[in-house]
């Protein structure tokens, strides 16, 4: 098979990974050397999905001996197989490079033989790139799960980021859905390139040139509805990933029916599109704005409503601290207010250091006050024509965007506690049309990742 | 100083030129209503009272050290970065960007709602924005070991690429060519040259590098979920202006 064919198979059986950024990491380029990182990451391109393409993300091969029922290269499935060879991607990777293509390699891969010898593959490719090459990009790999330790070191002091997935956001999914992977086979790596990254933090402090240790962090990925797993379960799994083991990033897949199986959502379910925009913005709010997850959803509401974005739910079942004043609020209140971000609460304390900010001077410094308008004040005054009072806070933040997006969005009769429920079954899993799974029985007491494994 | 309505300053199109205009400018004790350059100067209007400004190096350097003296440094580096941008009339803002900034002092870049700031400050945000997007968006076509690439920016952004690109490939030799403003930056391990150009044409492209446009169009449709499909969403990030020099949208 010719590298093309090898590349069209090796590409499409890695587009579900939804995580492509190249960010992270700040290195220089060096004399003798190909290439240089940025740390806020590069795209090169956008795919016909509207998708970032930043590194050449392929699998190493698609041969798999695991039979995860949710993934397409899964051993039971009849499909094409195939695997590069590490010299044919090394050359791949480099001359993309070199025609600024990319800014790296993201390599994933399907279970060759055995973990341990698919880590091999992956590292031989990697180390020709970077000896032989002297390859100084981006490269971000995923760790295969149950591989051996030193493995794990050897990889971790070749790339940029390393990142094992979690896919499923609980152990009750894993064990129906991917039997023969366990959480500790997931999180026991998780912990190692944690431990790594902070051993070598005190190396660099006493040896500056001690060899970096996946200096861009680990991310890791979790499949987003094909599991009746609720946003409470996703987003205190997150943030307890981003204070126990320092993910840089969590990201969320909205699940594509490629399987026809009665476990998973029928093949004719649309991808969750709207929940995974809804997550990414929750998971701001976790990153950057000083949100709890439990602010975001609790036991009690266990899903987000997705009519509107996270920050506004919230602002409106917390109407009693609003409106603030923009000329005295702390950055932290500020960032509290819908339609305010962290670029426009930086420009308000700025600005009202030399002047005291009117509606006016707030349009000009670019903050957007379509939604803003109806939880702030300036000087004391609300902003022109704008009543606050619950409905017409709901109305004015509704976006367009927020309506095209709703299933079945009726305009003005639709209140933001309204969530349509349109089963949309025809075999598999019938999904409400924002992609929940119906919840079996209680699941109050369905078994969560247990944190704090230590090695 | 005596604000005339109608008297226009004249330079050379370079940064010191420019700062050569304000440093007359105190020295005349006079306020000029625009400052542009030979090319956009065409026919004077009626009235309008021209004066062409002598461009000097020593004049230059003193504006350009005040500024950090008496503003900030990060306002020599705002300076810098105004200059490439394509806000029109571009000068006369700068020229009262200085001026305020001789009057308030650093606390001028945080006048963020004042128009002569708040121009200037959208327009640099525009020119790091473009620049960052052809840090992705530029594609090198290798011919006989040079790599070369067309672009046609808004602003001018090839000093900024010019950076960024050296930086990455140390070793290599590549070209950038600036269609809109007619320049190019030519790299070589020996050295990095900024320099007019009025024309490039080039040899046809090797089976070898044919290959390898082949391949990255295969990987740039294969890796779009069609599930997912949604070209406002890619337009948005990467509209279409760009596309005429993407590899991937050669036909
Ligand atoms: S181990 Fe990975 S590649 Fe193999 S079936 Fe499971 S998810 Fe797919």
């Not at chain 1, 380029?29 to 990451?41: D, F, L, Y």
């Not at chain 1, 126990?244 to 699940?255: E, G, I």
């Not at chain 1, 002047?355 to 702030?376: I, Q």
């Not at chain 2, 009262?96 to 709602?113: A, C, E, K, N, P």
Request: hydrophobic fraction near 40%; include cysteine.
């Amino acid at each position: 098979m010719d590298v093309l064919e090898k590349l069209a198979i090796l590409t499409d059986a890695a587009k579900y990974d939804v995580a492509c950024t190249s960010s992270g990491v700040d290195r220089s380029g060096q004399p003798g050397k190909t290439g240089s990182t940025v740390a806020s990451g590069i795209c090169h391109s956008f795919a016909a999905d509207g998708r970032c393409i930043s590194l050449l993300k392929v699998l190493m091969t698609n041969q798999c001996v695991y039979d995860c029922k949710y993934c397409v290269n899964r051993t039971s499935r009849d499909t094409q197989r195939t695997a590069f060879a590490p010299r044919e991607l090394a050359d791949l990777t480099i001359n993309f490079y070199r025609r600024n293509y990319i800014e790296g390699l993201f390599l994933s891969s399907g279970v060759l033989k055995s973990p341990d010898y698919t880590m091999e593959r992956m590292i031989e490719a990697i180390e020709i790139l970077r000896t032989e090459y002297s390859f100084n990009g981006y490269i971000h790999v995923k760790s295969i799960p149950g591989a051996d330790n030193s493995l794990i070191q050897r990889m971790g002091l070749l790339v940029d980021r390393m990142s094992v997935n979690i896919e499923l956001p609980s152990e009750d999914s894993l064990g129906q859905l991917a039997p023969q992977k366990t959480p500790e086979a997931i999180l026991r790596p998780m912990g190692l390139i944690r431990a790594g990254i902070e051993e070598n933090k005190s190396d660099l402090v006493v040896y500056r040139h001690a060899p970096k240790f996946v200096p861009a962090g680990q991310s890791t990925q979790l499949i987003i509805g094909a599991t009746p797993d609720s946003d409470h379960r996703i987003l205190t799994l997150s943030e307890g990933l981003y204070k126990k083991y320092n993910l840089k990033r969590v990201f969320f897949s909205a699940y594509t029916p490629i399987v026809d199986d009665p476990m998973l959502p029928s093949l004719f379910s649309a991808p969750p599109l709207l929940r995974e925009h809804r997550l990414y913005q929750a998971d701001w709010l976790l990153r950057f704005y000083g949100f709890t997850a439990n602010e975001i959803v609790d036991a009690k509401n266990p899903n987000m409503n997705l009519a509107i974005d996270p920050k506004c739910n919230w602002a409106l079942r917390h109407l009693d601290q609003f409106p603030i004043e923009v000329s005295r609020a702390s950055y932290e209140r500020l960032l509290r207010v819908p339609g305010i971000g962290v670029l426009s609460a930086r420009k308000i304390v700025q600005a009202r250091r030399t002047c005291s900010l009117t509606f006016e001077g707030l349009r000009k410094l670019g903050v957007v006050l379509k939604r803003a308008r109806f939880f702030v004040t300036c000087q004391g005054k609300v902003d022109e024509g704008v009543i606050i009072r619950p409905d017409t806070v709901l109305r004015g933040l509704l976006s367009k965007n927020d309506l095209r997006m709703l299933p079945a969005a009726s305009g003005d009769q639709m209140t933001f506690l309204d969530v349509p429920d349109m089963a949309r079954s025809l075999g598999g899993m019938p999904v409400n049309a924002y992609g929940y799974l119906p919840e079996k029985g209680t699941r109050e007491n369905a078994k969560q990742y247990e944190f704090g494994i230590h090695i | 100083m005596q604000n005339n309505t109608n008297l226009v300053y004249i330079y050379d199109g370079t940064l010191e030129g420019f700062l050569c205009c304000v440093y007359e400018s105190y020295v005349r004790h006079e306020i000029p209503v625009q400052i542009r350059t030979e090319e956009d100067a065409g026919q004077p209007l009626l009235l309008e009272e021209t004066e062409w400004i002598r461009t000097d190096m020593e004049h230059a350097g003193k504006i350009y050290e005040s500024i950090d003296r008496k503003i900030a440094l990060e306002a020599q580096d705002f300076i810098r970065e105004a200059f490439l941008t394509c806000l029109p009339d571009k000068e006369i803002f700068m020229y009262r960007f200085i001026r305020m900034g001789y009057q308030y002092g650093r606390s001028v870049m945080d006048r963020l709602t004042d128009d002569t700031v708040g121009a200037l400050i959208k327009a640099v945000r525009n020119l790091r924005r473009e620049s960052h997007n052809f840090m992705g968006f530029v594609r090198f076509t290798i011919y006989d070991g040079v790599m070369v690439s067309c672009i046609s920016p808004k602003n001018r952004v090839l000093p900024l690429l010019s950076d960024h690109f050296t930086n990455r490939y140390p070793d290599e030799t590549f070209l950038i060519y600036d269609r809109t403003h007619q320049m190019a930056v030519v790299h070589k391990p020996e050295g990095t040259l900024l320099t007019a150009m009025h024309h490039l044409s080039l040899p046809p492209i090797d089976d070898a590098e044919k290959a390898y446009h082949t391949l990255w169009k295969c990987f740039q449709k294969t890796i779009a979920i069609e599930e997912r499909h949604n070209p406002k969403c890619q337009m948005n990030h990467m509209p279409k202006r760009f596309w005429a020099d993407m590899t991937e949208f050669e036909s």
